[in-house]
Structures are given as structure tokens and as C-alpha cells.
């Protein structure tokens, strides 16, 4: 968080603008502070903001079985306070990591995709029940929710090379069955520029990894899209270096790095920070409507990376690495050059 908030400033001052930041206590910080993961005072401040950049959240500490209040409570909170119901989850392969992969090179050459993920509905908010014997998570998905995420990847799919895949469980589960009618529907009436295909989500962790660069726009429910981009990550070389956008109806976002708050290199100082970077780009794109801001700044981060700014997840040994503040110094080196 620390590079991700020098770097906007540095880009605000580059650029001639004011901005006010303010730091608010969230997830295990808040429940330490004061027994919640999202207080009433953060949550007021984040619903009067333009935008909100969260840091990554959850820790042992705060993860037993027997907790009744965990961080991530307040992160579904917050995005259901927000209306914020698309995820953006763009991966875009650095040619100059393509041996931080595990994948051949071959295949990751040219790979650019946007996951749309449906971030308030399904399982993960759904009714649950629990007792000695059972447990149980209701999945449930609305006609509406379908249309509106679909709509969201499709006006995407529409400024990129308007290809568009929708993934479900439709062999087996009814939520699927209803979210690929709808799509079918939506995509046939309102998009038919944008070309649609269907695919299983078992089939599409397959062709992630198989065939990448065929990919252009994904769209799929809270959980699949939730799994789908950890893997998905991996061919960048790493969760450190991907960024998302959480969207809503108007303009206000919110944006964090995919990954969690690893916990054990916590205090080491040699956490990836580029996926928070890239995550403010998205927040001066997306939020604040500034696309050449966004594009130097992720401009500095490629050629950071490219002039060999890397931290240990993507270095190719641990003594040509650099920690977490040397990679923010990189980045702001290239922002004031340009």
C-alpha cells in the first residue's frame, strides 16, 4: 500500500493534481481496534469517497475455526455497501517475465485477458447453515445479477477484440443453467457484434493453461471467477502482479491487488507491490477518469520490471532481487523521467 499511495501522488503531482487521501482502519487492523472489520466510520468515509485502494486483508491471527469475526466479513461488507457487483481482473503476460512462469514461453506469448467476475451475488453471500452433523451454503443467482455482469463483460468485450466467453457448471448446477439462458439472451439481443461462447468451468481451468492467448474477455460467477484468476495468474508469474477493478453503476470503485496479505513474509519488505500499483492505474482510469495518468503509470511499471525491478516471487534468484521499496523506487524513477 505504501508504493501504490507514493505512486499516485507522484503521478497527481506530475500531472497538476490535488487529491486527498485519507487511511481508514479495515479488516483485521479494525477488528483489533475495535471488534469489526469494517467500522461505521470507515464505511461512511468509503461511501462519500470518488474511490477507495484496499490492502490486502486476512492473517492466522484472525482465521481459527471457532472465530465468529473475520476480515474477509468486512470485505464483502464493503463491496455490497458499495454496489460494486464487476470485478476487473485484467492478465497481461510482461514479455520479460515470461521465464517466471512455469508454462513454455510459446504459450504465454501474447497472452492479454480480462476476467469480468460477478462479485455480490452467489455462494459466497448466499444463506448458511452449519450444525454438528452438516453444513450448508445456499447458491443463489437472480435474472437481474446475470444481466448486469453480462452487459458489464460485453461493453468490455466491445473495446477490446469483442470475444467474449461465458463460464458455468450448466451440466450440473441449476444457477448455471439460469446464468447461461440469460447470457445466451443478452448477448443474442443487445451484443450480437460481440462473438459468445459457452464453456464449462472444469474445461475452462483446462484451456487457461492449454491455450491462454486464445482468450479475450472471461466472464463467470463469484466463486468460479474467484479460483479461475488465482490460476490464471500464474501466467504472469505470479499473484503479486495483478490488479483489479471493482465496478459498479457510476464511477466509484474499488481497487485491490488479487492477492491476499501473505502473512508469511509479512515484515520482510519483499511483498510484490506492482499488483497494488497497477491497481491504482485502474482507479485513476476507471474512477477518476484519467486514462493517460492510468497509461504512465503502468508504462513506469513495465519498464520497471523490464530494466529488471523485481522482487524475489519473480526474480530470477533471490540475490538479483530487489525488496518491496527499491521496486516503488523503480516505478517512481520511470514516472518522473517521462
Known sequence: MAQGLRCLRAIADAYGHELTLEELPFGG?????CGNPLPESTLNACLQADAVLLGAIGGPKWSAPEAKVRPEQGLLGLRKALGVYANLRPVKVHPALLSASTLKPEILEGVDLVFVR??????YFGEKRRDARSATDV????????????????RLARQRRRKLVSIDKSNV??????????????????????????????????HLIRRPRDFDVLVTENMFG???????????????????????????????????SAPDIAGQGIANPCGTILSVALLLRHSLGLEAEAAALEEAVSKAIEQGARTPDVAASRDRSLSTSRVGDAVLERIRAA
Open 29 to 33: 487492523a479494525a477488528i483489533d481496534l
Open 118 to 123: 460477478e462479485l455480490t451475488g452467489g455462494i
Open 139 to 154: 447458491c443463489t443467482y437472480s435474472v437481474e445479477e446475470v444481466e448486469r455482469i453480462v452487459r458489464a463483460a460485453a
Open 226 to 260: 474467484d479460483i479461475l484468476t488465482d490460476e490464471a495468474s500464474m501466467l504472469a508469474g505470479s499473484l503479486g502482479l495483478l490488479p483489479s477493478a471493482s465496478l459498479g453503476e457510476g464511477t466509484r470503485g474499488l481497487y485491490e491487488p488479487i492477492h491476499g
Open 173 to 206: 448446477l441449476e444457477t448455471s443453467r439460469l446464468w447461461r439462458e440469460v447470457t445466451t439472451r443478452v448477448m443474442r439481443t443487445e451484443f450480437p457484434d460481440v462473438s459468445l461462447e459457452h464453456m464449462l468451468v472444469d474445461s475452462a481451468a483446462m
